[in-house]
Each structure stands twice: as C-alpha cells, then as structure tokens.
C-alpha cells in the first residue's frame, strides 16, 4: 500500500468481488500484452516524509535565494516583499485544493475571487475588461497576438525590441504556427523605442504592434507618440505593462492601448524561479467575446440572491472546440488569488506610494552607482549602465553576497557590457550604497 | 465605489470593494531613507496617473476576515469526494507545500546564474528523468505551463519535424471524444481539425482513421485510456496507421493516472507526450491553476523541443562534480513558449511526490485508481441505478467511466444537470456532466486512488437516494440545491449582460449588450 491510497486486502477482495473479477491484473487485460509494461519502474522506492524533505531540503541549500543574498536581479520578475497574510490565506484549502469553478453554487468563493481580480486589473489598466488570469507575461504578449489576428485577419506583428526578450521570442513561436511575421523595431540611442522606425515599419499588413511599458531596459516609454503611429493604420495596439508601477504611471488605457496583457509576479507572488506566477489580460470592450480565458461574472440565482459564474463561455474550448478563440483551460487561479490580496493589501493609498518608494530610491541609485547610463529618460524601478569592468563588478559583488543585477549581453549583444539593475522596496539605501562601492571601487582600480 | 452600494447588501455578499472606507490601510510603507525628490522631477506629467486606481481601502484583519469568508464558500478536495472525471482530483500531499516553499526554491530568482541554482536545476533534471521513464519516451522538456500548453507545444514541434524534412501538412486528427483543448490547439497551431469518430467498443473507429489519414495528416491527438475511461485495445494498429501515413501521434496525457507502471506512451507508438502535473502528480488544482504541463518526445522530435533545456553537464569547468545548465544552444528549437524555466514551484511538489510514492507507489497509485473506478462502476451498475443511469460502454474501465443519463431523463423526467445539482446537497462534488459530447446526458465519473471504499459506497448511496427520491417527486432535483451558499445561478443572464467587473460609483454597472445563451447545459470540462 502506498501512503496516499488506502485500499486493504480484505478491501480488494470485496471489491474485486462485486467487479466480477479474480485479480487486479484481470481489470487491465484490455491492454495489448505487447505495450504492456514488463520491468518495473526503473525509479526507487518510496521514501519516508522526512527523508524525503530531507533529500529537497539538501537541493533547496544549493541554491542562492534572495534571503542570502541581496539581490539587484530584475528582468521581469522582482524582489517584493510578499506579506504574511496571503501565505495564510493561500493554504486554506478551500483556495488551494478545488478544480476550476465548474460548479458555481459551491465555488462562490472562487467566482468571486476571480471578479475581484478582473476589477483590479481593470482598474489598474484603466481598460473596461480584464480576464481570471493567464499563465503567466510572455506567452500572455503571444495570445493578445493570436487575437489581434484573429480580429483582422492581418498578418505582421510589429513589436519594440523594448518587450521582454521571452515575450518576443514566445510570440515569435506562436506566430510561426499561425503564419503572422514578426518585426522588430530597435531601441533609440536612449534605450526607448525608437518612433520613426515603428512608424516606418507600421503599414496596412500590421495585426498588431506589441510594446512594453516600462521597458525592458526599465525605460518608461513616451506612449502617447508611439501609441498615435502604431494605431495609424487600425492595428490592434498591445502593451505589456508592469503592473505594480501602475500606481503612478499613467495607464495604457488612456493611451487608447487595446489590449494590456503582463506578468503578474511582482503583485505578491513568490520568485520561485519564475513560476508559478499569473498574468493577466485586459482590453477595450470590443474584444470581450474574443479574449482568452476564464472571465467570471456578476448574477444572482433563483432566490434573487447575488452570485457570480463563469461567463461568455462561448469563447472557449470546452464549448467552441475548433472555433475557440484560445486553447487555454487551466490557467493560474491561486496566483491570481495572491495578486488580489496583495492590491487589497496595497489599497488605493499604498499602491502609490509604492511606487513612490521605488521612484525615489532607484533615482538615487542611478545617482548613486555614477556609471553611465544606457537609458538616462525616465525610469521607475529598472535601469541599464554600462561598466567597462563589468566582470570584475560582478565577481566582487559575488563575493560579497550581492547579486549585481542581470548581464545584458545573452539578449542584447548590443549592450555588452550593461548590466540591469532592479530597485525594488526590498533594496535600501545601505544596499544601494553597498553595490555603488562595489562600482566605485572597480573603477577606481581601473583608473589607477 | 463603496458606500452607496454598501448599505444596500447584506454583509456576506460583499466584494472587497464594498468594504472598503476612506483612510483605512493594511500597508505601511519601508521608510523612506532616500531624498524626497517631487515625483514631477522624475516622471513627466503626461506620464503621470492623474488618479489612483480604484483599489480597496481596508485593514488587514478585514482583509483576512473577508477571503477566509469567500473560502468558506468554496467546496474543496480537502473537504470531500471529488470525482470530476478527467480532473483526477487525488489528495495533494502536505508535504509538497513545505517543501515548495523553502525560500532555496519560493525565493530564487529566475534569472540567478546556473552556478548559483544547482540545487535547482538538479531537481529540475531529475524531474525530468523521472517523467522520461513513466513515460516511456527519452527526452523531455518541463517548460509548457498547462495541458493545453504541452498539446501547443506538441502541435509546434508536430509542424517544426515535417517542415525540417521539406514536408507542408495541413491536418490533425481528432476523435470525437477529445477533449476541447484538442481542436482548439488544432486551429490555434494553424492546422484544421479532421474529426475521427468512435466505434462500438468506445475505441477509434479504425476503417474511419484509414480513411481519414493521409499525406496531408500531420497527427493525430490521441488519450489513452480515452475520455471514456477505455483503453484503445488497437493501440497498435492506430499508431501503425498513422505512422504509416508520416503524421505523428500524440498523447494527451490527462489520463496518465491509469496506466502508471503499467503500460508507457512510448511503448504504445506515441512521438509526443504531455503530463498534467496537477492531475497525475498531485500538484493542488488551485480552483484554475496553476498547473504544468511538461512534454516528453523521442529521439526524432527532441532536435526542435523549446528552449532552454535543463542539462546536466559532466565534469564541466574543470568540475569532478556535473554541472547543472540551461542549454539555449538549439538551433532547430521551435523557441520558447514563455518565460523562464517554466512553473518551478509545480515541479518541487511533483518531485517531492514521486520521490514519496516511489517507482512500486506509482503502479499502486494506477492499480488502486482502476479498482475504485471499476468498484464504483460496479456499485453504479445495481438495480435501481443501472435503470436510469446505464453505462455508455459495458467494459471493464479504467480509471475512469462515463455513465448516460438518458434513463433518468426518460423515466424520471430529471436530467444530469438535475443529478449534479442534487449531489451538491449531499456534500459531494458531482463528476463532470456534459462531456464526452458522443454520450447522451454524460457524467463522468473518475474517484482516484486515494479515495476509500467507504466513500466509494457512500456515492452510490446518495445517487440511490437521488433517483428514489425523483421517483417520488422529481421537483426536488430540478430545483436542488437547497443547501449551498447560493442556488442555481442565471447563466443566462450573466451573459445577455455582463457584468464582469465591481462599477465605480460614478460610471453605474459596466453592463454590455450580448448574444443569446445556449439553453442546453454545456460539458463542464
Ligand atoms: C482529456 C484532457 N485533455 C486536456 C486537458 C487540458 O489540460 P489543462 O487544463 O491542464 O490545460 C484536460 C483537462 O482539463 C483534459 O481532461
């Protein structure tokens, strides 16, 4: 008997009994004897709970997390501080344990999680409608794709080499399959898109221009300009954003950006080397009987009493089969579930002043580290310098348990060596001193 | 948003949002230890929110009092039987939580460089053999983050193999007991969906597949056991046909948990399998995710598997010891299907679960979910139950079994929506209604292993009591349930107008203009 089942042997007889049959091998015999399974897994036995933990635990201590180190690393997935309540509140298992909401009259608390969640992002989006979640940013960039094709038929993509390098490249996947064209527009010299060459690249075969805000360099893009030559020509104007500078940063809906899709793990997910995570997915009311996705909705039952239940199903899989308008089915309920309490926890007041926060120390740090810049306009909580001993920076911060940020150079040969630094709440003054030594000193040695 | 539409509620039905007062907070924000430049001095102002967005004002005690009400509302694993068919709704192990959450994994960042994630890495490698062995099939690739990712992935590298051998195919079969992830994968992918249809046994309909599978087939998408809780006893001759015809066939692996140990997808003719962690290894469902769906192929598929892989080196860097790496060096992947290293945190627990159970736990894990499919099967096919509720293939099953509610509908005037609804009363969760479409008033049924006969025997009991009582008086189950936080909800409604986010104040109910609802129940899967 394994730990998780509990069949006895006096169990197995009844039950073979009342079946018919003499053995349990009899129940397989419709398995053809030449795909059968001779040897036994080849894997070893179960093992004890606690040796078990022990055996992760030990993998777990090979690791550098951000408890032992202090880390500057940022590239889509952030250092906040997760608050103690959406631990709590995430383990009950009535969260934790139930399937997708199929049942509304006994998963009101589901449905209405998932409302709250779509209101949120509504309103940090500043776009009428929102889903229950996607899986996660990049493959969320590649299905607002998919919809923009779907909406018009055209067959170019148009994206900033601002967008996250895994949403370029999984929206490059993704297109490969439908048949659209990715086009990439370059950075200008001040790590922004650059307007005339997206302009230029926009014309009558464009489905959808695909930008980030802020960028990937941390850039805080100048949307109204980009916003106006990317829509020249009626594409569909996606814009991946970061969700918890929304805060302050004017949102993509007063841009007249269509759809805002991201990666959701800054809003009180764990790192966990980057998943489980959610992202999420707005849009203009045109496209609600088109997006991806779960959407729940506000209705009452026949006592008139109010509820909520999975809505404008017809979009999807299990109802339109072929004619759906994305494959997805599971998507990230219990992130999405964190990433409401931590806006509730946040509130209307702290969501700014957040932001505030990280506006203000990464200023300072960009002060601070006094290296040159890559993107010297307007910043929130990320941005690029270039460091002519970057090797050396790296490894004297190493050293001293500091993780200096994210090397640029895998997906941007351009910028060899820039390093992206990321300045959440978590980092201090203190720490920020802590690298900009480091910096200093290296340089210092090389001027020497 | 608040007061107004406050007052009017009655205190349980509120969102967050309607609690919320002016001035309360649970947040307090780190010191500011920086200068206090003006925020103007940073941002231009057109860049600038004009306004915070609507997000609650309220305490933390609040806001704990507020979900922990909202979970009460959710009936869960932990609570009761589940037999959702097709969901394999097994006991999640505590001991998967603890351990993904020690912060070497819950606070690793995803960019950390390899030296620094070993520890990491490994797990991600073992996994991976582990997967690569139940499976039957060499390579495997952890990345895509649901079931329906893995079937997109399959799909991808289905088109990357032919393409890579000059050939343009155009068409992927699908029984029509596939689940609705299938075909719309299909058309997602650019290919059309060719439907295969089902013969009396329940398996494929072999004549139907020659016909159908040809030099424009580029595979055929394929459960086993299938959405009816067969096994394809052609298995065989399928995969001959197929790979007779160049298509390659594909396994959706939701069903994995009956043949663990037992008989492996690869052994079978599959090029491509996809796992749902959060079904066959006990990743929480999380009421929609998260959830994992990695892949495993063969060795002609492996060249185009997404990138990066988890690799383990030998003796790199001048090491004794293997290095652990992500090889983004794959010049015929079909690239990434999202970010980073794919759902980490889902891979710990399953990890976790397979090093519990064991290569002899995972077979029992299979044999005990076939006894108690085939038990409750059994207990379901007595008088009394069989009448109103025959079995859609008279077989043995496997881990699961689909049931018609034709009788029930016919002598009782009650439907399977009606038999669901009631078994809520009942402190059950009903199977899944609906689905597969080729069976009349379907419910489906699979229990898992970690259920117990008692609790297999007091399911049958309560639908007993559920068709007794329509006997009597069919009205009860029409208009059940009775005792759930809510009743039957107006489906309809909520999608002639939606209303799918909290009003502001201001703007009134964001209600749209909608097309009109179907009238008959959907699948619920
Ligand atoms: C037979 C079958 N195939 C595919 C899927 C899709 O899996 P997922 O929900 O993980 O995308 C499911 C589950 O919902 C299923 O039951």
């Given at each position: 008997m394994s730990r998780y089942t509990s069949a006895t042997d006096a169990d197995r007889r009844e039950m073979l009994d009342a079946i018919g049959v003499g053995s349990v091998e009899e129940l397989f015999r419709d398995i053809p004897e030449p795909v059968r399974q001779r040897e036994p897994i080849a894997m070893p036995d179960g093992m004890a709970e606690q040796d078990v933990y022990d055996h992760l635990r030990a993998l777990a201590s090979r690791n550098r997390d951000a408890e032992q180190e202090v880390t500057f690393a940022g590239g889509g997935m952030y250092d906040h501080y997760v608050p103690a309540l959406i631990d709590s509140i995430l383990q009950r298992s009535e969260f934790l344990t139930p399937y997708t909401p199929y049942q509304p009259e006994i998963s009101q608390g589901g449905l209405q999680v998932m409302f709250e969640f779509q209101t949120a992002i509504s309103e940090l989006t500043g776009l009428p409608v929102a889903n229950a979640s996607m899986y996660e940013g990049p493959s969320s960039v590649a299905s607002a794709g998919y919809m923009a094709r779907l909406d018009n038929g055209r067959s170019k993509f148009v994206v900033s080499r601002g967008v996250h390098p895994n949403s370029r490249e999984t929206l490059a996947t993704y297109a490969h399959a439908f048949g659209s064209e990715v086009v990439e527009v370059p950075l200008d010299g001040r790590g922004a898109t650059h307007l005339g060459a997206l302009a230029a690249a926009v014309d009558d075969d464009t489905s959808a221009v695909i930008l980030q805000q802020p960028n990937f360099l941390g850039t805080v893009e100048d949307l109204g300009p980009l916003a106006e030559a990317a829509k020249r020509t009626g594409a569909v104007l996606v814009c991946a954003v970061d969700p918890l500078t929304l805060g302050i940063l004017r949102p993509p809906g007063e841009f007249g950006v269509d759809v805002a899709v991201g990666e959701g793990q800054s809003l009180g997910n764990r790192l966990d080397f980057g998943g489980p995570s959610f992202g999420f997915y707005a849009a203009t009311e045109k496209f609600l009987r088109r997006m991806p996705g779960r959407i729940a909705g506000e209705t009452v039952d026949v006592d008139g009493k109010r509820g909520f239940v999975l809505t404008l199903q017809t979009r999807e899989q299990h109802i339109r089969r072929e004619k759906a308008t994305h494959n997805i089915c599971t998507a990230q309920a219990l992130n999405a579930l964190a990433g409401v309490i931590y806006l509730s926890w946040l509130g209307k007041r702290g969501v700014v002043e957040l932001g505030e926060l990280m506006l203000r120390r990464t200023a300072y740090a960009r002060e601070a580290l006094g290296a040159e810049l890559v993107n010297p306009g307007p910043v929130v909580r990320e941005f690029a310098i270039r460091l002519p001993n970057l090797d050396e920076v790296c490894e004297r911060a190493r050293a001293e348990g500091i993780n200096p940020g994210h090397r640029l150079r895998y997906y941007y040969p351009e910028y060899e060596d820039c390093l992206l630094v990321a300045i959440t709440e978590r980092r201090t003054r203190k720490d920020i001193d802590r690298l900009a030594e480091i910096v200093q000193g290296a340089r210092e040695e090389v001027h020497a | 948003m608040r007061s107004e539409a406050g007052g009017r509620r009655p205190e349980n039905t509120l969102t967050i949002y309607e609690k919320s007062r002016e001035g309360r907070r649970a947040f307090v924000s780190p010191e500011l230890d920086v200068p206090e430049i003006p925020i103007s001095d940073l941002l231009p102002s057109d860049l600038l929110r004009s306004e915070p967005p609507e997000l609650p004002e309220i305490s933390e005690p609040e806001i704990v009092r507020h979900y922990n009400g909202l979970s009460k509302k959710n009936f869960d694993l932990d609570t009761g039987f589940y037999p959702l068919g097709s969901c394999t709704m097994k006991h999640n192990p505590k001991l998967n939580e603890r351990v993904a959450a020690l912060p070497g994994f819950s606070r690793l960042h995803p960019l950390q460089e390899p030296q620094y994630a070993q520890g990491a890495l490994e797990l991600m490698w073992r996994l991976q053999r582990q997967l690569s062995e139940v499976a039957g099939l060499p390579h495997v690739s952890l990345q895509p983050s649901a079931g329906s990712h893995g079937e997109l992935a399959g799909l991808l590298l289905t088109r990357a193999y032919h393409e890579d051998n000059g050939e343009q195919r155009t068409k992927v079969l699908t029984p029509d007991t596939a689940h609705g992830t299938n075909p719309a994968t299909v058309t997602m992918s650019g290919y059309e969906v060719v439907k295969v249809g089902t013969a009396e046994d329940g398996g494929v309909d072999l004549d139907d597949l020659r016909d159908k599978a040809g030099d424009d087939t580029a595979c055929l998408m394929l459960t086993n056991p299938n959405t009816l809780g067969l096994f394809d006893r052609n298995i065989e001759e399928i995969a001959r046909i197929v790979h007779d015809a160049g298509a390659t066939l594909y396994y959706d692996g939701a069903n994995l948990n009956a043949v663990l140990g037992i008989s492996r997808p690869g052994d079978m003719g599959f090029d491509i399998v996809h796992f749902n962690l959060h079904k066959t290894f006990t990743q929480p469902h999380g009421g929609g995710g998260p959830g994992a769906g990695p892949i495993a192929v063969s060795d002609r598929i492996e060249p185009y598997l997404p990138r990066p892989q988890v690799v383990r080196r030998e003796?790199?860097?001048?090491?004794?010891e293997p290095f652990f790496d992500l090889d983004f060096e794959r010049p015929k992947s079909i690239g990434r299907l999202r970010g980073f290293q794919g759902n980490f945190g889902v891979f710990v627990r399953s990890y976790a679960y397979i090093c519990s159970v064991g290569g002899d736990g995972l077979k029992d894990v299979s044999e005990t979910a076939v006894l108690n499919a085939n038990y409750l099967r059994a207990r379901l096919a007595e008088p009394g139950i069989a009448e109103y509720l025959p079995i859609a293939f008279d077989r043995l099953c496997m881990h699961e079994f689909v049931l018609s509610g034709r009788g029930a509908r016919d002598k009782l005037g009650i439907r399977t929506l009606d038999i669901a609804k009631r078994l809520l009363d009942h402190k059950v969760h009903p199977p899944t209604v609906y689905f597969p479409l080729l069976v009349d008033e379907a419910l489906m049924i699979e229990p898992t292993e970690t259920e117990t006969k008692e609790r297999l025997d007091g399911f049958a009991d309560a639908i007993r009591e559920i068709l007794e009582e329509a006997k009597e008086d069919p009205e009860i189950a029409k208009n059940a349930p009775y005792t759930t936080p809510v009743r039957r909800l107006d489906e309809a409604a909520a999608a002639r107008h939606p209303v799918v986010r909290q009003a502001r104040p201001e703007a009134g109910g964001r209600r749209a203009e909608g097309g009109a609802p179907s009238a008959t129940p959907s699948p619920s899967i």
């Open positions: - | 003796g790199a860097n001048g090491h004794s």
